[in-house]
């Protein structure tokens, strides 16, 4: 099974639960709470992130960010933007010097 496939699962699942009761969905919770209330959970989990990171316990790090790679999915659902598109902007950016990608945005704006 691939990373890409758990993904895809995931963004179905979020996708899928976007319609069901708040009261009985945490992903149907956040949608329908807004983006405000979506953002807040993923800067809550990259700080959780950090501290993981920061303490130097790889479980811990793990677990803070499958959290809050979750949570930028539940983003992404918000916009109607599926993982896929996120992937291939990684698989364009691939073999690519990070200071090389900054410096083609630059030029493109």
Known sequence: MTS???LQRLSQTIETRRHADPAS???AK?????????????AEEAAETIMASKDGDAEQIIYETA????HCLVMLAHHDISPDAVLQELARREGMSGI???QSRLTNQ
């Not at 959290?67 to 979750?70: E, K």
């Open 4 to 6: 890409s496939t758990i």
């Open 25 to 27: 969905s945490y992903v």
């Open 30 to 42: 956040l949608l329908t709470s807004g983006q405000d209330k979506i953002l807040k959970k993923i």
């Open 67 to 70: 959290d809050l790679w979750f």
């Open 100 to 102: 090389d990608e900054k």
